[in-house]
């Protein structure tokens, strides 16, 4: 009994070794995810195997725990990173540009960082002139691991549990590991592709935690909008306002059903915000303004600001 016993905490103590200096490689390799602004902890959490045990939480350096506490944005990725956890729980930092889109806010003017024209001159002058009049105040960012829940034996299921994950376990950690505020409505969940699709599901299932729900280029078919019109319009109705967004762009595949879905919210008069911005479905357009208008939206109203008028 003794020698297993020593050999089971031989083998944890080996066990524990190895993923410090598999995380210690992973940090080598991306020294500074968090870029000049966001202190980024890598964080595994308790949860199933196939839905997801790991996040990044991304706190903004200098938060004061004296002041009041910063609001909460949980996003999820897309359907390429699924396939291994550290490479969702980082896909907003590195592939996304969370980092540089945050710091580009911080540090007005933002100026176009591509060839390609997704940020035009007159969308780049009318972010300025509202970062001029209210500067980007920012706030504490999870980016949890996603799962392909269509790849699921039952993707209802592993919805329902991955929504729990989100609520129960998710949203607490963030809120004991940085300042985080503890009201519905300075928490908001977003989601990109695929991640806007299972943000939409996370919503309807826990809209006691979030109050605001944004997708980018979200991966529905336009048969799907009025459904999700119909539980937004509900959730509201039940559980009082809160904040919409939809963000898509000229040549994202998924432009019609987002703009099916915004039709279909305006139907229910549901208040809402909706942009179509130039550029196709790539991370190269999340890294030069999809990411940035997405954190502008939430950022704004969590000031209770109105959107931009871009």
Known sequence: MLTTRRAFLISASAAACSLAATRRAEAEKTPDPGGPDLDVRDLDLPGDRALGRRMTLAIPRGLDATRSPA???VLLHGLGETGDERMGAYA???RYGLATAYARLARPPVARTSKR???TDAHLRVVNDELARAPFRGFVIACPYTPNVNKAKNPRAA????ARWIAEVVVPRARREAHVAADVARAALDGCSLGGFVALEVFSRRPDVFGAIGVVQTAIGAHRAPGY??????ILTSHGAR???VETSAADPFRAANEALSA??????VPHDAIVLPGPHDQPWLREVGTLEM????DRRFRGLSPSKT
Do not use: N
């Not at 279909?264 to 008069?269: A, H, S, V």
């Not at 954190?295 to 939430?298: K, Q």
């Open 71 to 73: 609001p909460l944005l």
């Open 92 to 94: 907003w930092l590195e």
């Open 117 to 119: 024209l997704d940020f």
């Open 159 to 162: 919805l329902d549990g991955y």
């Open 229 to 234: 019109a119909d539980r937004i319009a509900s």
């Open 243 to 245: 904040g919409v967004h």
């Open 264 to 269: 279909e919210l305006g139907k229910r008069k």
């Open 295 to 298: 954190l502008r939206w939430h």
